[in-house]
């Protein structure tokens, strides 16, 4: 082998860029994941929506403190992240509490360009017309316990979607999907899953773009509950599509390919004005130097 020494030119390699896609309890996390990115990156809250954020967090997980929660989540409505007088970053409220030095930027390094919801877990088709008091004072609290003192317990919950008996039989034998019984563990988690999404609808980038996919039919996941995330959701670019009797398998019901349709035409829009806006900045720097 020969003694040779080569130079080698360090090129900076341009970033792929990534869109998060969920369906159901999975359209939960990749917009819970967008969440807890931007609070890790330093988002700016107020000290008050950040004790609070702690103190629903506690409750969650302790039944016993129910009173707690109800006036500090009241108090928070009234609270926009960056208005109060007294404000810290969530950095540096998690540097104290976790020991944690500092956070990584993993949500520029992982470049998400978009985030698709599908079918989305915001709100439980059962607890719809329950209210946030009855979900804070008897749900949580009830699973709660029940998941304590009968951990084991398991009760039915077969797929039935009545227009679609295909899908029904696709789901019951599909090893790789949760057994048909559930345990109260189980429901407890997914309440609470519904429950931090929507306390921390603030946390969500601003610059990242929303795609929301709902059936007004959805026997699972309730399409008001995506309705009024959107609404609510302070980002720049948000969209939402609610179909007819496509139920809660939004992709896999007859008509699914104007909803593929949709997810595609979404991201390659996306793409392209990302490839204008790319290029005006060349063009721009280019006359600048000029």
């Known amino acids: ?28 996390i990749a917009l819970r994941m967008l969440q807890v990115l931007n609070k890790e990156k330093g988002y700016n809250i107020n000290t008050g929506e950040s004790d609070n954020y702690k103190k629903c967090k506690a409750i969650l997980d302790n039944s016993n403190h129910i009173n707690e929660i109800d006036n500090d989540m009241n108090n928070s409505k009234n609270d926009d992240p960056g208005t109060s007088s007294a404000g810290t970053s969530a950095t540096a409220n998690a540097s104290t509490s976790d020991k944690h030095v500092e956070y990584d930027n993993y949500l520029d390094k992982f470049n998400i360009k978009g985030c698709i919801s599908l079918s989305s877990m915001i709100t439980l088709n059962e607890t719809r017309n329950v209210g946030n008091i009855l979900i804070k004072y008897l749900y949580l609290p009830v699973t709660s316990l029940l998941s304590r003192v009968a951990p084991n317990a398991k009760f039915p919950s077969d797929p039935d979607y009545k227009q679609f008996e295909y899908i029904n039989n696709t789901y019951r034998y599909d090893k790789f999907r949760n057994p048909d019984e559930t345990k109260f563990k189980y429901i407890y988690e997914l309440l609470k899953a519904t429950v931090d999404v929507n306390y921390n609808i603030n946390y969500m980038p601003k610059d990242i773009p929303l795609l929301f996919l709902h059936s007004s039919d959805d026997s699972v996941c309730h399409y008001q509950g995506t309705v009024s995330f959107h609404s609510k959701a302070k980002v720049e670019t948000k969209n939402i599509y609610i179909f007819d009797k496509l139920d809660h398998a939004i992709t896999a019901a007859p008509g699914n390919e104007e909803v593929l349709n949709l997810i595609i035409n979404w991201i390659n829009n996306l793409r ?8 005006h900045e060349i063009e721009d720097k280019k006359k600048n130097e000029i």
Do not use: H, Q
Request: net charge positive.
């Open 272 to 279: 392209m004005n990302d490839g204008d806006k790319i290029k």
């Open 1 to 28: 082998m020969n003694d040779e020494s080569y130079d080698i030119v360090a090129t900076k390699k341009k970033k792929l860029p990534m869109y998060v896609i969920g369906y159901s309890m999975g359209g939960n």
